[in-house]
């Protein structure tokens, strides 16, 4: 797996759980079944999901620049070792520009 396989996986695991999330129907999800018990208004809806994708993005985009070094996690900043099962580093230093590609300019 490369960088870009990578940041890949995780805008795929945002995009699932940004669905889950805003799921009116049989949520599974605690946030999908908060925003059920809001009622909101069909006008209402676009704005309460581009909130929750928002969140996502911001919080998904921040860990991975987090785990390339290129922003802190938890206070700490430091570039991670990501290894695959292969044992090759996935982390070469190309996240953050990919993260940027398809967290910032992707949406």
Known sequence: MNSEEFVTLFYK???????ECI???EPEFLVAELIKSL???????PIMNKIVD?????????????LEGAASI??????????????EEI???????YAYEYFQEGD
């Not at 928002?54 to 987090?66: H, M, P």
């Not at 938890?74 to 044992?87: A, F, H, N, T, V």
């Not at 982390?91 to 520009?97: A, S, V, Y």
């Open 13 to 19: 695991e945002k995009e699932n759980y940004f669905k």
């Open 39 to 45: 009622e909101l208004k069909e006008n209402q809806k």
């Open 23 to 25: 799921k009116e129907k």
């Open 54 to 66: 928002t969140i996502l993005t911001d919080i998904f985009y921040s860990i991975l620049l987090g």
């Open 91 to 97: 982390n070469d230093g190309d996240i953050g520009g």
């Open 74 to 87: 938890g206070g700490i900043q430091e570039r991670y070792s990501i290894k695959g099962d292969d044992g």
